[in-house]
């Protein structure tokens, strides 16, 4: 497992955002040179079958695999970690109640209640034995906690102080939603930027990663420099019509 190895590295991580139901199209992301790989299961069309599917084919490829769980399917948090993939994303966590209840779905005793049974796991991850999977799982995978309202924004300190939760993503869609008191999506806000800074800073402070979305791929060295890790980037369908958007240009040039 080497997604906490890369981020330890501190240079921001370019994730690609894998939406469409198909391990062939999340394989092929992951043969792009993207860091890593998310799956979606929050707003994405994957279902268990073409999520788990997915992780095996992003691993294959050598990428770290990520993935976004519906919002409270903690259930499935400790599944994706069993099939294999390096972090789970927890959206719309807006109390400390519910960061807690993530982590103990990710985490193994004493920190957490994650139940034994990462046989995927361990045939995708073939340098660790049972055993040091055991070892070693609470650390190297990681819990991260959707920070996208006002309300979670309130609670961030408290969130980053669980041991059992390893860092947080900005949903800046969400966020501007909740920031605009319901008046409308921009996650460009201008009023939100100092927020997105802030919660950069503070969550280095804990000692944890934050990832962030960008919704303008051109913003990622931007919140590089505001001390994000990961950014997040479009999503395959978003993808595809870029790379055509060149090509055809080219081509009608
Ligand atoms: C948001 O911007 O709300 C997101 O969840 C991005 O994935
Ligand atoms: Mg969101």
Redesign the pocket.
């Known amino acids: 497992m080497h997604l906490k190895e890369s981020l330890e590295r501190d240079e921001l991580l370019l994730t690609a955002w894998s939406t469409s139901a198909s391990a062939e199209m999340a394989g092929a992301l992951a043969d792009c040179p993207f860091d890593a790989v998310t799956v979606d299961m929050?707003?994405g069309a994957h279902d268990e079958a073409s999520a788990f599917a997915s992780g095996r084919s992003i691993l294959q490829a050598s990428k770290p695999a990520l993935l976004r769980i519906p919002v409270g399917r903690n259930d499935l948090a400790s599944r994706a970690l069993d099939m294999g993939f390096e972090a789970v994303i927890a959206?719309m966590i807006n109390s400390v109640a519910e960061a807690e209840a993530f982590a103990r779905a990710m985490k193994y005793p004493p920190l957490g209640e994650r139940s034994w049974g990462p046989m995927r796991a361990l045939a995708l991850h073939s340098e660790h034995t049972a055993e040091s999977y055991f070892r070693s799982a609470n650390r190297e995978t990681l819990a991260i906690a959707?920070i996208?309202t006002r309300q979670a924004h309130a609670a961030l300190d408290d969130i980053l102080a669980l041991a059992g939760i390893d860092g947080v993503f900005v949903?800046?869609?969400?966020?501007s939603i909740s920031w605009s008191g319901g008046e409308g999506v921009d996650?460009n806000r201008e009023d939100m930027q100092e927020v997105l800074a802030d919660i950069a800073k503070r969550t280095r402070k804990a000692g944890k990663f934050a990832a962030i979305?960008a919704?303008d791929p051109a913003a990622a060295p931007r919140f590089a420099k505001m001390g994000y890790h990961i950014a997040?980037l479009n999503t395959d369908p978003g993808t595809i019509h870029a790379g055509a958007a060149v090509m055809l240009d080219k081509a009608r040039r």
Do not use: I, K, N, T
Not at 171 to 175: E, N, V
């Open positions: 929050q707003h959206p959707m996208e949903g800046p869609s969400d966020l996650p979305f919704v997040a």
